[in-house]
């Protein structure tokens, strides 16, 4: 069972913030996920390189192109290092393969006579790096997202017939038993999506004469590839096409593109008319979620309201970081968040409620049992109490990418078991029924374990802490694996009586809310 994630490629000419680090962390958890459930995953992400913006970017910092790339490709490499993503490769639109590729499509897709040329004069914006109508601009006449006023642009452009591919794009987006059904989520923007395809699909230029920062068209070299074309042709040069065809008919297509709203009508039209017309399978799945906002408003770098994956990672630590990233809004909608909203929930869930529920036992472990497992005749109840809980909500939400009913889900598990610590209260027990606390202490033990497990895809080094902490036996990602394919607690436990715990340590410390400027 294969499994192909992709991220967007971002662009270069802006520096790794929280909203790419929304996308790549979720893409991430899933690939982690499926990796945990014995699928052979393939998880690629990049850098968009090519187009006007980068071109002027690099000019205005006194730079050549290539230069501004290889600095700011590395800065997103980093980041993603940073946040502990397990990436399988990392494709840059100005690598030789990618040329490659994009040549050999935009030619299959010349020779079939889908390509044309054709005058064209629009109004170009070069910050959104695409024509825009009257109708687009705002009261000034200005792009309303850049705010410039978009210039007259008039030249012969390469045409894709994308009105050729009306029909076909229309019964596999809304036939869910067609062979290659294009799965758009979330519902209602899939919606908007076919709602747009009924009211016609116009031919989309392709190619330009004036940039000179791209991909020359094979079949006419004053032109280069369109930024698009570009860089939505990366998905199949990351899986070895046109050269490498074992990899290709492995990995192809994908079962997941993921993205934010703004770039779905490319990944959900675009692509697969494109596909479809170089004779390619069309990817099966496009789950689009929505914009964050920081305070209320867009976060950009030149208001400089951006928060950066390293500003999080040394407030947080990785782990929460990302565990909070995702779990701050549903994943879907639009959202706002705020240093303060972060703060509150890595205190609530992290801090008090999940670090306190390992702390506790261990406490307890240290206090009557001389940091040992206690002996004890097994006892499941409270282990397979949380694991009801985590198998009726969090591996669906998961595998239906709702990652922020995923981490409610685990909170939840962990409120169960914080609430039968309550119950139980084994400080009292200790005086009344001391016989009875060993087997309290281990069903702690195997809940957490088992919380330990299902954390890992979202909290990898914090789930190991809690494995080695409670003297889990073996190795975690082995024992998950086996875990999730038959659902079955081992025999005496994953922490096994007599072993040796470790000192408690404090695995999320409270931290004093305060809104950062
Ligand atoms: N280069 C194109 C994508 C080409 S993919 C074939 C591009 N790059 S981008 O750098 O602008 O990245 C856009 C993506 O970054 C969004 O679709 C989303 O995945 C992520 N996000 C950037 N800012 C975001 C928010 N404020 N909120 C949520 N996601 C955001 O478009």
Redesign the pocket.
Known sequence: MKFYIT?????VN?IP????S??TIAADILARWKRLNGFDVYFLTGT?EHGTKIAQAAKEKGKTPQELCDEMSEKFKEAWKLLNITNDDFIRTTEKRQEYTVQTIAQALFDKKLIFKNKYEALYCVGCEKFLAEKDLDENGCCPDHKTKPVLQSEENYFFKLSSFQDELLERITNAAHKQHIEIQPEERRNEIVGKIKLGLEDISISRTAVDWGIHLPFDKEQTAY??ID??I??ITGVGYPDNKEMFEKYWPADVH??????LW??SVIWPAVLMGAGLATPKKVY??????LNGS??SKTLGNVISPQELVEKFGVDAARYLAVSLIPFGPDGDISWTGLTLKYNVDLANNLGNLISRTIKMAEKYFDLKVPQCSPDFELAKKTAKILEDDFTPAINNLYFHKAAQALQNAVTTVNQQIENDAPWKLAKTDPEKLPACIYSYLQAADLIAIHLLAFMPETAEKIWSVCAAQENIEETAKKYFKDKIIPEKGFSVSGAQLQQAQVLFPRIIAEEKK
């Open positions: 991220t967007p490629i971002y662009y802006d913030h929280i909203g790419h929304y996308t968009d930024v698009w860089a939505l990366n998905y993921l993205m934010a709203k703004d770039i490319f990944h689009s979620h929505g914009f964050f906002t867009k976060m």
